[in-house]
């Protein structure tokens, strides 16, 4: 009886943050934020060439299990880092949590195995992903089950993991020639972690939201700041509710989590833009559904596509981007408008031979053309 109940209220909490979802996804219009804040920034203008771009990936969720899904899971997300990625070649990866499953056989229980956290270091091993690219791994509530402390020996995240909380302790920056852009990581893990089922949401007491403060001030001069959690701003709960959103919405653009999975096939797309004009997008598990996010920044425009492993090509057009995304606040819209030119990176393991654009079914007669040997491609307006 007292799992039946623990269950419902599982089930209640989980409906209720879809709920918060949807209802941020409608109440926000682009057009409802007052022109004095929009961003303006005339000091490039997008035409054909690969400057002022960058692209990042992130995955979520992994659940490496010593008892469920063995033959493709690891050996799935293997080929992730090293084809995938390959041929992506992002600036970086997110790996916002849930690195392992550390659930018991029957799902009833939960606890930290140490040959889940072994695997999961083989792959990144054997793969040498984070030599080739920036990996930023970090911890999700299932990593965090039954560990009491962050210095016990169950602890297997400061050992196995890719950063072993090193550059995702701190903000992490991308510096470009035409901008700097920062990461920073919102730890919400409970310390100590409870087992499951209590194990669910997040909680950033007084020292962390001050942390996060002074981490977001420090780089309030960035050209854009990506916020990035394993849990959904809604499944955090704070000392001071709605500061965390706050603070996003002064030093940021973006938030970006898992956690959630897809509810089950419910939430297949679970964004929402904040009534204070920034996103925050979940991310759909890589454990069954085998998901993984491209994230551009054109011109300081960005533009972001999830897709399922395994699906080539993949196409992501970031000028212009999608008018449902738009960030007026933080992101120079303006040079959308100025924009000479079409511009989407193509993604294939393959050489492409032929692009040809459409547009409401209609054949563009300016041909797309590669920009210098990159996944950038642009089509004359």
């Known amino acids: 009886m007292l799992l039946v109940k623990l269950f419902r209220f599982l089930v209640t909490i989980i409906l209720f943050c879809v709920l918060l979802f949807v209802v941020n996804l409608y109440k926000y219009q682009p057009a409802r934020i007052p022109h004095d804040q929009w961003k303006t920034d005339y000091t490039y203008h997008p035409t054909n060439t690969s400057d002022n771009i960058f692209w990042f990936v992130q995955v979520s969720d992994i659940h490496v299990s010593r008892y469920h899904d063995l033959k493709t899971r690891a050996p799935d997300f293997k080929r992730f880092t ?90 992490y920056q991308v510096n470009k020639s035409f901008g700097k852009y920062s990461f920073i990581h919102v730890n919400a893990t409970l310390v ?7 194990n669910f949401l997040g909680y950033l007491n007084e020292a962390s939201l001050q942390r996060l403060e002074a981490a977001a001030f420090d780089v309030k001069s960035s050209n854009l700041t990506f916020w990035y959690s394993h849990y959904p701003t809604s499944t955090i709960t704070c000392t001071q509710p709605g500061r965390l959103r706050t603070m996003i919405s002064h030093y940021g653009c973006a ?89 989407f990176l193509i993604f294939n393991p393959v050489a492409i031979r032929d692009i040809r654009v459409h547009i409401d079914g209609v054949e563009l007669e300016n041909k797309a053309e590669n920009v210098n040997g990159t996944s950038l491609w642009a089509c004359n307006r």
Not at 134 to 147: P, Q
Not at 280 to 302: F, G, Q, S
């Open 255 to 343: 938030y970006l989590c898992g956690h959630l999975h897809d509810l089950g096939g419910l939430g297949k797309e679970m964004y929402a833009m904040h009534p204070n004009g920034f996103l925050e997008a979940e991310l759909a598990d890589w454990k069954i559904n085998r998901k993984y996010r491209i994230v551009a920044v054109d011109h300081d425009l960005m533009s972001f596509v999830d897709v399922k492993h395994d699906e080539w090509p993949v196409v992501l057009i970031t000028m212009p981007k999608p008018a449902s995304f738009m960030m007026p606040r933080f992101e120079p819209l303006h040079r959308m408008t100025e924009s000479t030119h079409i511009r």
């Open 82 to 171: 090293t084809e995938t990625l390959d041929a992506i070649k992002p600036e970086l990866v997110l790996v916002t949590g849930d690195l392992t499953d550390a659930k018991t056989r029957d799902f009833t229980g939960s606890e930290q195995y140490l040959d889940e956290w072994e695997t999961y270091q083989r792959v990144l091993a054997e793969s040498n992903v984070t030599q080739r690219y920036v990996w930023l791994d970090i911890k999700g509530n299932h990593d965090t089950f039954d560990v009491m402390s962050l210095d016990e020996t169950k602890n297997h995240y400061l050992k196995y993991s890719g950063d072993k909380g090193k550059r995702s302790k701190f903000t």
């Open 192 to 198: 100590p972690g409870p087992r499951r089922p209590f």
